[in-house]
């Protein structure tokens, strides 16, 4: 079974740095794209970027890029999304997915999701 | 504002049949297939619907999808109170590389 495993809720104060992981299960993680999305409170989903473990080819929203870096560790088949000053804005529940295809373009769709990260950031 | 136009919301009583529509262009649901997830209350989205009109299995066949031109549309027969959710279509858009889209979300209320 196709699996993605998100680490827990963090609460950070602004300015702090954050990195939260999508630890996989049950496909070839160098083979998949992982995708990072996120839902502000009461808002609906962004796609934030990318990353293709294989060879660490990693693409970014034009919202997002320069704010995260996506990043991850095939050893242990586990994919990041990280902050190095996090905003009050930040603050929203953050998914990873994994690509249905292994081909990056316009055939493919998100299948599965992980459980979401609550990120609260708040001084 | 999302370049994916949904209804922001949808309602029926059991057993009816909705729809909800999501409008684009040419550089996204014109050229790519439509997909829709499905978000319970307090969970993270599920594939509902993929490549237009295909089912995960799991899905119910009450579920289906189509797509024409620059548009899309998700139906739910049948409707039952477990279909009260936030449902969102999403895309690839050809203008700008590597970057999906997802429609602003339709909630469905189920009276």
């Known amino acids: 079974e196709v699996q993605l495993v998100q680490s827990g809720a963090e609460v950070k104060e602004p300015g702090e740095s954050l990195k939260i992981s999508c630890t996989t299960s049950g496909f070839t993680f160098t083979t998949y794209w992982i995708a990072w999305v996120r839902q502000m409170p009461g808002k609906g989903l962004e796609y934030m970027g990318i990353i293709y473990p294989g060879d660490s080819d990693t693409r970014y929203s034009p919202s997002f890029q320069g704010h995260v870096t996506i990043s991850a560790d095939k050893s242990i088949t586990t994919a990041y999304l990280q902050w190095t000053s996090l905003k009050t804005s930040d603050t929203a529940m953050y998914y990873c997915?994994?690509?249905?295809?292994?081909?990056?373009?316009?055939?493919?769709?998100?299948?599965?999701w992980g459980q979401g990260t609550m990120v609260t950031v708040s001084s | 504002q999302s370049v994916l136009t949904q209804p922001p919301s949808a309602s029926g009583t059991p057993g009816q049949r909705v729809t909800i529509s999501c409008s684009g262009g040419?550089?996204?649901?014109?050229?790519?297939?439509v997909n829709w997830y499905q978000q319970l209350p307090g969970m993270a989205p599920k594939l509902l619907i993929y490549n237009n009109d295909q089912r995960p299995s799991g899905v119910p066949e009450r579920f289906s999808g189509s797509k024409s031109g620059t548009s899309a549309s998700l139906a739910i027969s049948g409707l039952q109170s477990e279909d009260e959710a936030d449902y969102y279509c999403?895309?690839?858009?050809?203008?700008?590389?590597?970057?999906?889209?997802f429609g602003g979300g339709t909630k469905l209320t189920v009276l």
């Open positions: 999403a895309a690839w858009d050809d203008s700008l590389s590597d970057f999906w889209l």
């Open positions: 997915a994994r690509l249905g295809h292994i081909t990056l373009g316009g055939y493919n769709w998100f299948h599965p």
């Open positions: 040419s550089s996204n649901i014109g050229s790519n297939i």
